[in-house]
């Protein structure tokens, strides 16, 4: 599902909540980025200031988790301890991660059986899938290269 700022007005009302500036921004920041591109909260701070946007940290922290859990964004652990978001894309832009562990180059992939099969165990306890993520953390070819003896 591709979430528009109605959208997201309309799914945050149902529950209770409002659509803000600052949750606009963040959506319209997410949407507009180029695909590949992660962002930390920190990040986004920066992209946004940048941009004459002033939204405090805690807002944007607050506002990555919600949008998170709506299942608008995806939450990434790229890099031990690093939270990372990018938008939530429907298939057939799905995707998943293979992140060097020593360097932390990131190489998105797509593999539909994982989304098929997270999809299908959803459905089958009653669940509505909202992501389906594979991250695999392995060692690069080039650090690989590195770690050998001499």
Known sequence: MSYTASALKAELN??????????EIILETFQNLPRGKH????DLRDL?????????????????????RMGILRELELA???KRYEINQPSPHHH???????CNK?????????LKVGARTAKKF???????????HAVCPTCQRSLLPV
Not at 14 to 23: F, I, K, V, Y
Not at 39 to 42: D, F, G
Not at 55 to 68: E, G, P, W
Not at 106 to 114: G, P, Q, R
């Open 80 to 82: 031990e301890g690093q």
């Open 96 to 102: 998943h991660h293979l992140i060097c562990v020593r």
């Open 106 to 114: 990131t190489i998105e992939f797509k593999n539909d059986s994982v």
């Open 126 to 136: 009653g669940y509505q899938l909202l992501d389906c993520q594979l991250t695999i």
């Open 14 to 23: 149902e529950r209770g909540w409002r659509m803000t500036p600052q949750r």
């Open 39 to 42: 962002l930390s909260a920190e």
């Open 48 to 68: 946004l200031q940048a941009e004459g946007d002033s939204v405090s940290l805690s807002t944007i922290y607050r506002n990555l988790k919600l949008m998170a």
